[in-house]
């Protein structure tokens, strides 16, 4: 099987190399000396340095869309097919968890791959994203939308989105936060578990506010 051990070796460098300098800053040549591989080597399994961010995001996505839709619907069958915010949340958690416990590189590359996604110039790697998975996050998104406070369509979007943006910044950005909590604080860093947890009531609180209609009307 030297192919697909080669591949699996191409894809392993990546992850490391992305996990530690980004997409942009690590070449194809970095990536296959890493691998102990030939530098055609990435056209040849993935046909181009493209081709193989998408193999490193199936990685990791493909096991993420597991676990959030066997979690979701265990927990669907055990509470009368309702599920609250909160709950929707902690999936969304858990699962994140579940994919770093396997692959400890796994949060990191993919928090850079979604920042990537949303860069100028990158709307192939977003396209692949949300026609790859979009679908598969569905039900977890119909779940929150149906505990949430009452709200456009776009209003939902955006707030979508600041979930998406409050968990990419977060951890991409994960040490340096612990570090500075560390510092202020005195106390050992966080571990992720507990970040992620601390997120969710945050998270829901936003969902659950009122849309207003009128801008800056608080004051």
């Known amino acids: 099987m030297p192919h697909l051990d080669t591949s699996k070796s191409i894809v392993r460098a990546a992850e490391v190399l992305f996990a530690e300098n980004g997409f942009a800053e690590t070449t194809v040549r970095q990536i296959t000396a890493k691998a102990g591989v030939n530098l055609a080597a990435v056209n040849y399994h993935f046909g181009s340095k493209k081709g193989l961010v998408q193999a490193v995001a199936e990685k990791f996505l493909v096991p993420l869309c597991d676990h959030v839709e066997h979690a979701l ?92 943006g409050s968990i990419t910044f977060t951890l991409s950005n994960y040490q340096t936060i612990s570090a500075l909590e560390k510092r202020e604080f005195h106390r050992d860093d966080a571990a992720v578990e507990e970040v992620l947890h601390r997120m969710i009531p945050v998270l829901a609180a936003g969902f659950q506010a009122r849309a207003d209609k009128t801008f800056f009307c608080r004051i």
């Open 73 to 164: 619907a265990e927990r669907l069958s055990a509470s009368d097919f309702r599920v609250t915010l909160e709950e929707a949340l902690e999936i969304l958690m858990r699962s994140l968890l579940m994919v770093n416990r396997d692959n400890d590189q796994a949060l990191a590359v993919f928090m850079r791959l979604l920042d990537l996604a949303y860069m100028k110039n990158q709307e192939e790697l977003r396209d692949f994203l949300v026609e790859s998975y979009g679908q598969r996050f569905q039900g977890l998104i119909r779940m929150v939308r149906e505990d949430a406070a009452p709200m456009e369509d776009d209003e939902f979007f955006w707030r979508l989105h600041f979930l998406l």
